[in-house]
């Protein structure tokens, strides 16, 4: 009885902590529109996490490919091995932000999303602003 009940309430938090993993970029960003400041760590870093980490991190493709790690912060300012890709304050001009709703030389980020490979808007929307705030470890 004791242990029967123990092993539900195991399951129920496995089970939410797996909802959240699979919704938390979701769940965090829905406001992110209407806060007047984003913050890298409570909503672009969930974005990263689940669109970008899997390639963009030591030992895997985007990483080795073009050196740019977006596991930290640092990483994302350090930007590729040829150079910067946020101009803190300009989105129209980092790389980081063009990327997602433009081609350059064929190249579109996330590679290989989806059909039309484009982020979900709300994201997209997102991450321009955090750059145009003027990129800040917040
Ligand atoms: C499926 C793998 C994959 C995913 C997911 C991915 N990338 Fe990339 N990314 C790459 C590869 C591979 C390169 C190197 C391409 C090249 O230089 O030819 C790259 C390069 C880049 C560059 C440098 C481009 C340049 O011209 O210097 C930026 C910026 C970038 N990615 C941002 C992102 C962002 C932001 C996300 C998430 C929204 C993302 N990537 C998700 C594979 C990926």
Known sequence: MQISKLMGGVLLAALSVNAWAVDGAA???QGAD???DVSFKDHI?????????SCHSPNARGFTVSGLDLTSYEGVMKGTRFGKVVIPGNS???TFTKLLTGT???LKMPAGLN????LDKRYIATMRKWVKQGAKNN
């Open 27 to 29: 769940l965090v960003n």
């Open 34 to 36: 209407s806060v007047a």
């Open 45 to 53: 870093q969930p974005i990263l996490q689940d669109h970008c980490v």
């Open 92 to 94: 129209e001009q980092s």
């Open 104 to 106: 350059n030389k064929g």
């Open 115 to 118: 059909e039309s490979g484009t």
